[in-house]
């Protein structure tokens, strides 16, 4: 107990330093308002005058488009990671930056004596790298300070620059370039680390140029020296918890042991006996680095092989080390055996599961066990790692990699007892466009019989099935399986007029679900589903002209538009029966008190309006308004009788009224039209507004449907009292039965 509280109170002393030192760095860092908000802006649009280009950038943090100064331009405008570079005038360079949190945000440096630049920068857009040929050649590195919101092009290199290349990884720049104009010759490699701001550099001489120089993806050079044989250097960069960072070269070497940034693997530098010789062999267990120099199987337990990087650690076990070293001459295969003696970190993260996100700034739960001090993160994609934190049990606010998607966030802790980095630790975030339901959406009618279509608003990344909701419960599905993408469905309404039927209601909504997140949308509001439909007259139905007869039809859920009734003669509206009619119940009767009459109106005030003719094609119909709720007889029915045809009247004619005069003691046809008559002869009669003069003729036979008059004269050639005057109408009917019909409007008989 004594010694484990010696070693503990040593470590809390060596937490007490490393941590006090991390809160001192972090309190300068966020202390400049001007550094400690600096988050560079991207995706700037140039705009082009002549000589002249202005850059702007939509700035979230102002919520509007800056736009800079019109700057002198002469050629090659381009733009990467947040830094603009271009031609200014012949032999002068101009980079931009935008800086949000400066008051003048568009900061402007200029180099003159440049030619063909070489351009790159850093992957936080702080740096732009170029080569300046002209006079005493260089390299050259323009940098942008965020503290002091200025530019500086500090020399890195000068001589030849035979085969410079330029490497940028993360925040690394690592210039190499042969330099033939020093004696002996030299192989400079030059690293900027941007990370604590070191500057190092390894020169190696040689009797006779160099040749072959490469660069391999993680930043390994690879040479031939003038004995023809193949060399091999790399800078290797350490990053620690507290001030102790550093970077430093190494190159050609026997033994040394290095520590990687993620502690993933083994890591230790060996060296083997035999063919080939030790003195030209340097090989690299280094995960996070690599080697351009063979290929290595980590075997554990001499068991499973995994290629390198990612063999995790176990404590006490053994590691078999295959490699396939090749020198100038041969490739051999040697194997040697270490026991790990490096214990890995103690402890665990789980990163709870999130339901599909809508928001890109997620809070981010985790449970823990063992010694986690520390943490950190970092999105999928190779991005940056973000800022140590202090351990806790929720992180507010990490913003997922930008577009929608399935997105993997990793997790590290720090073990400040063993002074080491954890394996990563992953959750995968689904990051979803929210669903919204835009048609219906609230406050629609929906008939019943109708089609229509059945709209929302989702990019995916799943099939989404669409139902109809009803007060809270689920009535039907309208489809199941939508590809993403789709955004509408066309869906028709069933008819059922049962007073219990699912279909009819106020309180519907439609509702859009993921068929993998389970996420949805539904109408904001209730829509109505309802119907309208006419019982009577529904077909085969044979009404006497001039009769009442009862109108029916029954209307649920409907708009609250007045009801219009129509009669319709072989698919063609004749006119009205009603109209404005206000609807209480369901079921509802209007009495047609004279089968035949209509109320639309000629158009001439006074003038009556009727049916033209009889027949077997007529249907009435029921309408809301001029909505689509609408219904009409399920068939024809029809109307018979005698209908009046000659004398009809005074009638309208492009709104004028037409008086029609009879001329007394003239012939003239009185005619009707006659279907389905009962027995009976028929009887003519003159009215003079509800008066009867007497009559024309009688005792006609039933087929018959016209008859010439003497005007003003009864069946026995006297004369009507009065014979001469207005308002007279002329009546036909079946004698003893209620088949009549009379002249639509009244005419005048005047003397000659």
């Known amino acids: 107990m004594a010694k484990h509280h010696v070693r503990s109170q040593r470590n809390r002393d060596h937490r007490f330093t490393r941590f006090s030192f991390l809160l001192i760095f972090l309190t300068i860092l966020f202390s400049s308002s001007a550094f400690g908000f600096y988050a560079p802006l991207t995706n700037y649009t140039a705009s082009y005058n002549g000589s002249l280009i202005k850059l702007s950038v939509y700035d979230p943090y102002r919520g509007t488009t800056v736009e800079s100064d019109w700057l002198d331009y002469l050629t090659d405008f381009r733009q990467s990671n947040g830094v603009a570079s271009w031609l200014s005038?012949?032999?002068?360079?101009?980079?931009?930056?935008?800086?949000?949190?400066?008051?003048?945000p568009w900061r402007i440096g200029t180099r003159s004596n440049v030619l063909a630049p070489g351009y790159h920068t850093n992957d936080h857009g702080h740096a732009a790298i170029y080569a300046i040929p002209n006079g005493s050649p260089s390299v050259v590195i323009s940098k942008y300070s965020p503290e002091n919101g200025s530019w500086d092009f500090p020399g890195l290199v000068t001589g030849s620059l035979v085969d410079l290349t330029i490497y940028i990884r993360d925040q690394l720049m690592i210039i190499y370039y042969i330099d033939y104009e020093q004696d002996p010759y030299h192989l400079d490699a030059y690293a900027l680390d941007e990370?604590?701001?070191?500057?190092?550099?390894?020169?190696?001489?040689?009797?006779?140029?160099?040749?072959?120089?490469?660069?391999?993806?993680?930043?390994?050079?690879?040479?031939?020296?003038?004995?023809?044989?193949?060399?091999y250097m790399a800078y290797h960069f350490?990053?620690?918890?507290?001030?102790?960072?550093?970077?430093?070269?190494?190159?050609?070497?026997?033994?040394?042991?290095?520590?990687?940034?993620?502690?993933a693997c083994i890591v230790e530098e060996q060296t083997v006996s035999g063919s080939p010789s030790p003195e030209n062999v340097w090989w690299f267990?280094?995960?996070?680095?690599?080697?351009?120099?063979?290929?290595?199987?980590?075997?554990?337990?001499?068991?499973t092989t995994q290629r390198a990087p990612g063999h995790p650690f176990t404590t006490n076990s053994t590691f078999r080390v295959e490699?396939?070293?090749?020198?100038?001459?041969?490739?051999?295969?040697?194997?040697?055996?270490?026991?790990?003696?490096?214990?890995?970190?103690?402890?665990?993260?789980?990163?709870?599961?999130?339901?599909?996100?809508?928001?890109?700034?997620?809070?981010?739960?985790?449970?823990?066990?063992?010694?986690?001090?520390?943490?950190?993160?970092?999105?999928?994609?190779?991005?940056?790692?973000?800022?140590?934190?202090y351990a806790t049990p929720v992180y507010n606010c990490w913003q997922l990699s930008a577009g929608y998607g399935t997105k993997t966030v990793s997790a590290q802790f720090f073990d400040d007892d063993l002074d080491k980095i954890s394996q990563e630790y992953t959750a995968q975030i689904d990051y979803v466009a929210p669903i919204a339901v835009t048609s219906p959406n609230g406050g629609e009618y929906l008939k019943q019989g109708n089609t229509y279509y059945v709209t929302w608003t989702y990019p995916g990344p799943n099939a989404v099935k669409v139902e109809l909701w009803n007060n809270g419960s689920f009535q039907a599905t309208l489809a199941s399986a939508i590809s993403p993408g789709t955004t509408s469905i066309m869906?028709?309404?069933?008819?059922?007029?049962?007073?219990?039927?699912?279909?009819?209601?106020?309180?519907?909504?439609?509702?859009?679900?993921?068929?993998?997140?389970?996420?949805?949308?539904?109408?904001?509001?209730?829509?109505?589903?309802?119907?309208?439909?006419?019982?009577?007259?529904?077909?085969?139905?044979?009404?006497?002209?001039?009769?009442?007869?009862?109108?029916?039809?029954t209307a649920r859920e409907i708009p609250s538009d007045p009801i219009k009734i129509t009669?319709?003669?072989?698919?063609?509206?004749?006119?009205?029966?009603?109209?404005?009619?206000?609807?209480?119940?369901?079921?509802?009767?209007?009495?047609?008190?004279?089968?035949?009459?209509?109320?639309?109106?000629s158009g001439c005030t006074g003038i009556n309006e009727e049916i033209t003719s009889l027949g077997a094609n007529f249907k009435i119909q029921a309408r809301a308004g001029t909505t689509e709720f609408k219904d009409s007889s399920d068939s024809n029915f029809t109307i018979n009788g005698i209908r009046v045809s000659a004398p009809n009247g005074d009638y309208c004619n492009s709104g004028e009224i037409v008086n029609q005069i009879l001329i007394y003691g003239n012939q003239y046809s009185i005619s009707w039209d006659a279907l389905s008559l009962p027995?009976?002869?028929?009887?003519?009669?003159?009215?003079?507004?509800?008066?009867?003069?007497?009559?024309?003729?009688t005792d006609l036979p039933n087929t018959q449907t016209s008859y010439n008059w003497t005007v003003g004269k009864d069946l026995n050639g006297n004369d009507f009292t009065p014979s001469t005057g207005t308002g007279f109408k002329v009546r036909v009917r079946v004698k003893d039965q209620a088949v009549i019909d009379e002249s639509d409007n009244s005419f005048e008989i005047q003397n000659p």
């Not at 005038?89 to 003048?104: I, L, Q, W």
């Not at 190092?200 to 690879?222: A, Q, R």
């Not at 009215?687 to 003069?693: A, E, P, V």
Request: proline content about 4%.
């Open 89 to 104: 005038a012949s032999d002068e360079m101009t980079v931009a930056v935008y800086d949000p949190a400066r008051s003048t």
């Open 195 to 231: 990370r604590n701001g070191a500057r190092t550099k390894i020169i190696t001489p040689f009797v006779s140029p160099i040749s072959d120089l490469s660069v391999d993806e993680v930043g390994n050079i690879t040479y031939v020296d003038p004995d023809n044989e193949t060399n």
């Open 238 to 263: 350490d990053r620690y918890i507290g001030p102790d960072t550093y970077g430093e070269w190494r190159g050609p070497s026997t033994t040394e042991v290095f520590k990687t940034k993620a502690m």
């Open 285 to 303: 267990f280094d995960c996070s680095i690599g080697s351009t120099s063979s290929s290595i199987d980590f075997k554990d337990g001499f068991a």
């Open 323 to 389: 490699q396939t070293v090749c020198n100038t001459f041969n490739c051999d295969c040697h194997y040697t055996d270490i026991t790990n003696t490096i214990v890995a970190p103690t402890g665990s993260i789980t990163i709870a599961d999130l339901h599909p996100t809508y928001d890109r700034d997620v809070n981010l739960s985790f449970t823990y066990s063992g010694e986690v001090d520390l943490m950190r993160l970092k999105n999928e994609n190779n991005s940056l790692w973000g800022s140590w934190f």
């Open 491 to 553: 869906c028709t309404i069933p008819v059922n007029h049962n007073e219990a039927s699912t279909w009819f209601g106020s309180n519907y909504k439609i509702r859009v679900t993921d068929v993998i997140f389970n996420n949805y949308d539904e109408s904001d509001g209730n829509f109505h589903i309802g119907d309208i439909w006419m019982t009577a007259p529904n077909g085969s139905e044979s009404i006497v002209l001039g009769t009442s007869y009862s109108i029916q039809f």
């Open 567 to 601: 009669l319709w003669d072989n698919d063609v509206k004749i006119g009205a029966i009603a109209d404005n009619i206000t609807i209480t119940n369901p079921e509802n009767s209007i009495s047609w008190t004279l089968v035949g009459d209509l109320i639309d109106g």
């Open 679 to 697: 027995t009976g002869d028929i009887k003519i009669t003159l009215m003079q507004g509800t008066t009867t003069l007497g009559v024309i003729a």
